[in-house]
């Protein structure tokens, strides 16, 4: 076996990569949308915008290198971190709703 086919992401089985591509997409998604709750709770108590920018900044950048490692994982990888962001985004809204009755 030669040194791409050792590094190639496509080698890694499917009952191995799915679950990790989920579990990555549930970290990203908490991160992502519990940054996204800080740069509006920033914009709503009149923090410092340069604090919101970089928020935004990073949890997009943050998001899109996720879901590059995942597409390199392959087709059903990144369907399975894309599934996990959902997740996330489904269990913080209703946390968030059992918070504010």
């Given amino acids: 076996m030669d040194e791409r086919a050792m590094i190639d992401l496509h080698t890694v089985p499917l009952w191995l990569s799915l679950p990790v591509c989920f579990a990555g997409g549930l970290g990203l998604g908490f991160a992502y949308f519990s940054a996204l709750r800080a740069t ?3 914009i709503v108590t009149g923090g410092r915008p340069i604090l919101g920018l970089a928020l935004t ?3 997009l950048a943050f998001l899109g290198a996720g879901f590059y490692l995942a597409v390199l994982a392959g087709g059903l990888a990144l369907l ?3 599934a996990g962001v959902l997740c996330a985004k489904a269990l913080m809204l209703r946390r968030a709703r059992e918070d504010n009755p």
């Fill in 40 to 42: 509006a709770d920033l």
């Fill in 57 to 59: 900044l990073g949890r």
């Fill in 80 to 82: 399975a971190a894309l």
